[in-house]
């Protein structure tokens, strides 16, 4: 089995590798911040107390996770938070756990509506490889807008210890209790790499891809008055 550096390396190029790395850890930082900043403001000063609110990667992921991107190319982060701090209990829990995926699809959005606004300018930037450069642009901003749609998806998927499980728990006492089993979390892991490798998430991927597509192509086609 190679190493998915190198593979990238050889298929995508450097610029691609980079973005990767990029995006993927921006993309898991500004997560765990958003997670940081609504349990803030829902009055638990946790984030504040570990040292979590911080913009340097290392500090979220981890040195497990860390080594785990080295590895296969993904990650995941931490925010510890005292749910019983929230204002709103059960409510702030859905809160605190949905600002996580909300900020991964306001990066989508931005990526998304940048890289519409880059093909509308110029068109050619799509097709033509003359300038090696825009194409680099439009792929980097691509796969900003593009990943973070796909973390936004598996976030809100409801298995622990997913952010789609806190949600689902805060609406209703009989699922929190059958999320707090023991063996819950392990469940909620094999049935999330189910999903990883089976053609459900191939088959997702490919949606998010046409739906990145569609809204940058008419982000695209405003900017540029219809052709």
Do not use: C
């Not at 638990?44 to 981890?62: C, F, Q, R």
């Amino acid at each position: 089995m190679s190493w998915w550096v190198h593979d990238v390396f050889q298929t995508q190029g450097l610029p691609y590798l980079l973005s990767w790395i990029f995006w993927v850890l921006l993309s898991i930082t500004l997560h765990e911040l958003a997670h940081g900043w609504a349990a803030i403001w829902e009055g638990d000063s946790t984030p504040i107390e570990t040292g979590h609110m911080s913009a340097n990667p290392v500090v979220h992921m981890g040195g497990f996770s860390l080594i785990v991107f080295a590895l296969i190319g993904f990650a995941w982060g931490l925010m510890p938070v005292r749910p019983w701090n929230f204002r709103h209990r059960h409510w702030g829990e859905a809160l605190v756990a949905f600002a996580g995926p909300a900020m991964n699809l306001a990066l989508a959005f931005v990526s998304l509506t940048a890289l519409g606004i880059w093909w509308g300018l110029d068109p050619t930037t799509q097709t033509s490889p003359s300038a090696e450069w825009m194409v680099h642009m439009s792929n980097f901003l691509w796969l900003g807008g593009w990943l973070n749609l796909v973390l936004f998806a598996l976030n809100l998927i409801p298995v622990p210890p997913l952010d789609g499980s806190r949600i689902l728990a805060a609406s209703s006492m009989k699922i929190r209790q059958l999320y707090n089993h023991p063996n819950a979390s392990m469940a909620g892991m094999i049935v999330f790499f189910l999903i990883l490798v089976t053609n459900i998430f191939n088959v997702a991927l490919i949606g998010i891809g046409i739906a990145a597509q569609w809204y940058a192509d008419i982000i695209a086609t405003l900017v540029g008055g219809g052709g």
